[in-house]
């Protein structure tokens, strides 16, 4: 699947088979997060690869919107270090991740927004690194309709040289 394809067809999926995802679809998956791009090189990231079920169900009790993380195939927990551009690194490479998994079949979606102390203490991740998201990976338990996106009309968001001027 090209890039352009992945953008325009992903979805967050929060329902998952209950299929392991191959070691090198993994692999793949956290090494998209490793080389993407960050402010200065910094890398100001770290991902922690949860497999375990019980830890996975652990994982969606501590975000109250994650419940469903129990499910997944697997999870990679995103920290970032204190860095003024630790937040949009961490965010772009959880992008990266979430269409390299897209591109192989593999569903996925945000979990959580900071403000997740009790994950650092689970997983061991030092207090000086914030907990930035859990973003849950498996293989989608039901077909989606890929590209069908209540997306407003482009010219409402785009603009072309001045903010009045719709992208068309």
């Known amino acids: 699947m090209d890039t352009f394809e ?10 998952y088979q209950n299929k392991p995802v191959p070691p090198e679809i993994i692999r793949r998956i956290v090494e998209a997060g490793h080389l993407t791009a960050s402010s200065m090189n910094g890398q100001p990231w770290h991902f922690v690869v949860v497999e375990n079920h019980e830890t996975l169900r652990q994982l969606g009790a501590l975000a109250r919107t994650g419940g469903y993380t129990a499910q997944a195939a ?3 927990v995103v920290a970032v270090e204190e860095s003024p ?13 979430i269409l390299t998994a897209w591109s192989e079949g593999v569903g996925s979606n945000w979990v959580g927004f900071g403000g997740l102390p009790a994950v650092n203490t ?6 000086q690194l914030q907990v930035l998201a859990i973003v849950p990976f498996g293989y989608p338990a039901k077909a989606l309709g890929q590209g069908k996106k209540n997306r407003k009309p482009l010219g409402e968001v785009a603009h072309r040289e001045r903010f009045d001027k719709p992208f068309e």
Request: glycine share 10%; hydrophobic share 60%; no cysteine.
């Open 122 to 127: 689970l997983l061991g991740i030092p207090a």
């Open 74 to 76: 697997f999870a990679i």
């Open 6 to 15: 992945a953008v325009r067809t992903v979805l967050a999926v929060r329902a």
């Open 85 to 97: 551009f630790g937040v949009s690194d961490g965010s772009r490479a959880i992008q990266s991740m």
